[in-house]
Structure formats: C-alpha cells, structure tokens
C-alpha cells in the first residue's frame, strides 16, 4: 500500500471572525506539534491573510474559488487571488455548495484545474443524499460522481477526494465502519479505472460529523487518509483529539 501520510483539515464553512484567529494559532501550534500529519484550515476568504501570519505549522485554505482567472464576476474569487492572499490549498464542489449554488460536475472540474493552475492543491468533495444511501446504491452513485468530477492530470501530489456523506454532515450521524470502508475502497478503485497506479498516492478523506470520539475508528480504516472536518474544527480544543487519533 502506498506510503499516505494523513491529511486532517478544518472546514470552518461561514464561521469565523478576527476574534477567532486565536483559534487559528492554537491549531498551528497543535499542527507543528504533529509534524507527521499535514493539518490545514480552509476559511473564510476574509480570514485568510491575517490567518496566514499565525498559522503556525498549520495551511490555510480557502473553500472554493471561481474556474476563471478574472472578469465579469461579482462577488467571486480566483483562485490566484486567494493565493495571493496566503491559500495554498481549496476545497472545491462541497456539497453545501453544489446545492446551494447549484454546481455541476464540470463546474467542480473547470474549479479544480483553475486552481492547480494557480499552485493551489485541491479537495474535491463528493458525497451521497440519504435517498441514495438507502436504496442501496451509494458506492455506484459517488463513485459516478467522483469521475464526473475529477480534473484532468489528476494526482496525489495536488488532489485529495473527500468523501462526505450529505446526511451526515453537521448532524452527529455518521455511516457504519463497513459503510466508509467499502465506499473508500469503491472510491480508490474508480480512481484506479480512470489514473491507474497514480490513484495509490490520492488521499481520500472522509468527513461529516467526524469528531474527537469516532476519529480514531475512522482513521484505522485502510482507505481512509484523513479528515475534512466542519463544526469540531471550530475550536482548537475540539479539533486536537482528531489531529493526535491521525498521528
Ligand atoms: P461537519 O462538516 O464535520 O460539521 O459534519 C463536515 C463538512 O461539511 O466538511
């Protein structure tokens, strides 16, 4: 198996003011104290520069950029303008947004390109709805999803997947253990169908509701090479026990 070092990243979705950056330097702190993790925080844009300055051994992410370089786009951000402001990392096509802002499959894709373009290395996120974890057929239905998804040239060296469950997400829910295994496995091997041994080097996240208590569980599972964490990255202590379960 392939030598993947975990990857454990907060998601602070429209969370987050100055008064909280002495969270985002207590996370650098616990970041630098587990040099073996690569551990990150994916903010509100507005946070990011002054986040950049006390990140400690932590990165600083943004949680979508634009698939443009610039233009006609108002209230949109490049991905090298959030770059440029200290991101080295985006989350792109959470499921928050491919509701809320109805995006695509394309879209997700034209984003993660625009992005590595930009130096930035991406988490694409995927994620089935409860009717479809019901009617049993999850594993086809985000593995479909993830290859309509994926980017050209995808590669470990730039690309994480996230797999997050839609109906586990903020609500303390989470699959069974067979569950995430067999999704995280389905999900490496349509990797493998589409980039070949490259998909070995992908790290495939797992998120929603994953928290101080069921992190260690989650992370003992072969397929799964970390965290894409929302509600307990919020606070250094929440966020701790997940990074040392990860070490
Ligand atoms: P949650 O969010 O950890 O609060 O469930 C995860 C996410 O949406 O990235």
Redo the contacts with the bound molecule.
Sequence with gaps: MADRRKLVVG?W?MNGMKAQLGEVEAIGTLAAAHPGVDVGLCLPATLIAAADAGKGGAFVGAQDCHMKDSGAHTGCLSAAMLAEAGATWTIVG???RRQDQGESDADIAAKALAARAAGLKVIL?VGESLDVRDAGDAEAVVSAQLLASLPDGAAGDWLAI?Y?PIW????GRIPTMDAVDAMHRALRDALAGRIGDAAQAVRILY?????GDNAAELLAIADVDGG??????LTAAKFAPIVQAAA
Aim: charge should be negative; charged fraction near 15%.
């Design positions: 998601n979705k959470h499921s928050e996120c996230a997050e586990a997400i903020g609500t998120g929603g509701s994953m928290n894409l964490v929302g509600g307990a990255s």
